[in-house]
Nanobody, 114 residues
Framework: QVQLVESGGGLVQSGGSLRLSCAAS????????MGWYRQAPGKQRELVAT???????NYADSVKGRFTISRDNAKNTVYLQMNSLKPEDTAVYYC????????WGQGTQVTVSS
C-alpha cells in the first residue's frame, strides 16, 4: 500500500532554515508529480510547492524565493528546503502526489518563533 513518511520538522527562530524529507513507498515514485502541503491551526490545507516527474518546480507566492522543492527518484524521496522562515510558516507539513493519492502521512510539525 502507499506510504508517505515526512520528517525534518522542528522548532526554529524566525529567519532560520529547515529541510523536510518525504519518503514514499508503494508507488512508482518517478512517474508522479509530488507536492508539499501545509496546514496551520484553524486553516485549510494548502499546497505550497510542487515538482513534476521531470523535476520542474512550482511555488505558491507565499513561499516563492524562500523554499526549494527537489526530488531524488533513486531514493523515492522529495525534499523541501525552507529558508528565511517566518512565524506564518508554522504548520504541519505533508507531502503527496497532487490529485493522485488519497493516503496521507502523519506530517511533520514546523514551528517558527518570532
Amino acid at each position: 500500500q502507499v506510504q508517505l513518511v515526512e520528517s525534518g520538522g522542528g522548532l526554529v527562530q524566525s529567519g532560520g532554515s529547515l529541510r523536510l524529507s518525504c519518503a514514499a513507498s508503494g508507488i512508482i515514485f518517478r512517474l508522479y508529480a509530488m507536492g508539499w502541503y501545509r496546514q496551520a491551526p484553524g486553516k485549510q490545507r494548502e499546497l505550497v510547492a510542487t515538482v513534476t516527474a521531470g523535476g520542474s518546480p512550482n511555488y505558491a507566492d507565499s513561499v516563492k524565493g524562500r523554499f526549494t522543492i527537489s526530488r531524488d527518484n533513486a531514493k523515492n524521496t522529495v525534499y523541501l528546503q525552507m529558508n528565511s522562515l517566518k512565524p506564518e510558516d508554522t504548520a504541519v507539513y505533508y507531502c503527496n502526489a497532487p490529485g493522485k493519492l488519497t493516503s496521507w502521512g502523519q506530517g511533520t510539525q514546523v514551528t517558527v518563533s518570532s
